[in-house]
């Protein structure tokens, strides 16, 4: 193994932890038992995923969501398949920018991002 090998792969490592830790966070907060979200929590539970599961108003939008997410994880997965397949067995001007704005949304995790925003409209009392 070469010091540049190594070097690559504790980056590619560095870049999926970045990716993969909001949802960690997010995972484990989500058995918090305040009533907003606090790092570290102050106490634990489930009474969120109860209250969610318990019916009322929480399982028509889960299914919502869940028919949407589904949706579009379809039509992302055959959108980006073209797209790929497209970059790379023909050959136009702008192929490296098409490369860049496909891998763009990666860079910046959005959970991370609503996190933020979440702590910006706490702020403001939203």
Do not use: K, N
């Not at 305040?34 to 209250?51: E, K, L």
């Not at 490296?96 to 910046?108: D, G, H, S, T, Y």
């Amino acid at each position: 193994m070469t010091p540049g090998h190594v070097l690559r792969v504790l980056a590619a490592l560095l870049v999926v932890a970045f990716m993969l830790l909001p949802t960690v966070v997010m995972g484990v907060l989500s058995f918090s038992g305040d009533p907003y979200i606090s790092f570290p929590p102050h106490s634990w539970g489930v009474g969120a995923y109860r209250h969610v599961f318990s019916g009322g108003q929480w399982l028509a939008p889960l299914r919502r969501s869940l028919f949407v997410g589904a949706s579009a994880g379809v039509a992302a997965l055959v959108t980006g398949t073209l797209a790929a397949c497209a970059i790379e067995r023909t050959h136009f001007r702008g192929r490296r920018a098409a490369r860049v704005l496909a891998v763009a949304p990666l860079l910046v995790p959005s959970l991370a991002y609503a996190i933020a925003l979440y702590v910006v409209f706490a702020e403001l009392h939203l």
